[in-house]
């Protein structure tokens, strides 16, 4: 899904419409908030990204290459032709003076370098879980329970695959039960704006400070 957002793209805000308080009066600083989004390859973080962003997403998108052929898994999403090489960036405001700042991580391997840079002064990350393939997001469980990250699961469900409910895919995943485990849709903005608000709550719940 991360290749499929052609449809969902912002042409950016008209500079005379639909501006924000804090863009207008320069008294109210808004409350910039870093999230960061990740997973395994081709789950959907590019997808989430664009579908939410209130400004034209900044994107890192290479074409897929014979050359990586033996180390992309491509099963699951054969018609995947572009792939994060760095990150993914948009921007949503989600209250008068609430601003989130979303990176979307790359999900190869070869990339994981980047990580710790992408996550500094982050509150939390969304870990986007795919059923077909759910080992994919161990990676980035174990990241952030090592870091202490505060961090939310939300399972992109994909068209033409079977729906599991949060409780199996916790079970299935080990995850503890204070963490929230969600089932959404990536290209749907109100289902991509109801998974960043759990994580900003459980963010707030964990860190309160």
């Known amino acids: 899904m991360d290749s499929a957002v052609s449809d969902l793209r912002h042409p950016g805000p008209d500079p005379d419409e639909n501006l924000q308080a804090w863009q207008t009066d320069r008294t109210r600083a808004p409350i910039a908030t870093k999230i960061v989004v990740a997973g395994g390859f081709g789950v959907g973080k590019t997808t989430l990204v664009?579908?939410?962003s209130e400004i034209t997403p900044l994107q890192t998108e290479a074409m897929m290459t014979q050359a990586s052929e033996d180390t992309d898994d491509l099963t699951s999403t054969p018609d995947k032709t572009t792939t994060t090489v760095a990150m993914d960036f948009g921007r949503i405001t989600l209250d008068d003076d609430l601003v989130l700042y979303l990176f979307g991580t790359p999900g190869q391997q070869r990339f994981w370098f980047m990580w710790d840079d992408l996550v500094r002064g982050a509150i939390g990350a969304v870990v986007l879980a795919d059923t077909?393939?759910?080992?994919?997001?161990?990676?980035?469980?174990?990241?952030?329970?090592?870091?202490?990250?505060?961090?939310?699961?939300?399972?992109?469900?994909?068209?033409?695959?079977?729906?599991?409910?949060?409780?199996d895919v916790r079970d299935a995943l080990t995850i503890p039960a204070h963490i929230p485990v969600l089932i959404m849709d990536a290209r749907q903005r109100i289902s991509a704006i109801e998974s960043l608000l759990s994580l900003v709550g459980h963010a707030l719940e964990t860190t309160p400070e």
């Open 132 to 167: 077909r393939r759910l080992a994919d997001c161990f990676p980035a469980l174990d990241y952030f329970e090592s870091c202490g990250l505060p961090y939310i699961v939300a399972v992109n469900h994909f068209d033409g695959t079977e729906e599991f409910a949060p409780a």
């Open 50 to 52: 664009t579908a939410v």
